[in-house]
């Protein structure tokens, strides 16, 4: 049976996930109107990423007896300077998320829910992947400057995303 302290933030954090897969499809439409085809592919990727991260909350509670809740998502920004400020601000929130993470990490350990704290094993991996993805995106976007020929070959890489 699910404690009733776990339950509740697990339900947060699927509104958590669902915000971030909201923010990532803003960006996306961003991307696509900024003629970032590429960017708006990876980023439609990563709304994809973000519902699943927040299905996988779901399902542990649904599983575990508890209550599945859902609450109002915030709306996300709809403007951005440049994309390097979508990056930055992409790192930014994941690093966000990561706390959030630890945090639930801890209170499983608090409430010693020995289940949940393997359950959440796999997001702390994740979270590594996510800010690293993030970072590396951030650094080549400082290299490549605003816009020009580099910049085209980098919205195409980012076309790749997903596809194997
Ligand atoms: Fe669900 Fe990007 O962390």
Same mark, same amino acid.
């Given at each position: 049976?699910?404690?009733?302290?776990?339950?509740?933030?697990?339900?947060? +954090?699927?509104?958590?996930?669902?915000?971030?897969?909201?923010?990532?499809?803003?960006?996306?439409? *961003?991307?696509?109107?900024?003629?970032?085809?590429?960017?708006?592919? *990876?980023?439609?990727?990563? /709304?994809?990423?973000? $519902?699943?991260?927040?299905?996988? %909350? /779901?399902?542990?509670?649904?599983?575990?007896?508890? +209550?599945?809740?859902?609450?109002?998502?915030?709306?996300?920004? $709809?403007? *951005?300077?440049?994309?390097?400020?979508? %990056?930055?601000? $992409?790192?930014?929130?994941?690093?966000?998320? $990561?706390?959030?993470?630890?945090?639930?990490?801890?209170?499983?350990?608090?409430?010693?829910? /020995?289940?949940?704290? +393997? %359950?959440?094993? *796999? %997001?702390?991996?994740? #979270?590594?992947?996510?800010?690293?993805?993030?970072? +590396?995106?951030?650094?080549?976007?400082?290299?490549?400057?605003? #816009?020009?020929?580099?910049?085209?070959?980098?919205?195409?890489?980012?076309?790749?995303?997903?596809?194997?």
């Amino acid at each position: 049976m699910l404690k009733k302290s776990i339950e509740k933030a697990f339900n947060e +954090q699927i509104n958590a996930e669902l915000y971030s897969a909201y923010l990532y499809l803003s960006m996306s439409a *961003w991307c696509e109107k900024s003629n970032l085809p590429g960017f708006a592919h *990876w980023m439609r990727e990563q /709304y994809r990423e973000e $519902t699943q991260h927040a299905m996988k %909350f /779901y399902r542990y509670i649904a599983e575990c007896g508890g +209550q599945v809740k859902l609450a109002a998502i915030n709306g996300p920004e $709809t403007e *951005w300077k440049d994309i390097a400020a979508i %990056f930055a601000q $992409t790192l930014k929130h994941e690093q966000y998320v $990561t706390s959030r993470i630890h945090a639930l990490v801890e209170l499983s350990a608090k409430e010693k829910d /020995y289940a949940a704290g +393997q %359950f959440l094993q *796999w %997001f702390v991996g994740e #979270q590594v992947e996510e800010e690293s993805h993030a970072e +590396q995106i951030v650094v080549k976007l400082e290299m490549v400057g605003k #816009q020009g020929p580099a910049m085209y070959m980098l919205d195409k890489e980012m076309a790749a995303r997903g596809a194997k």
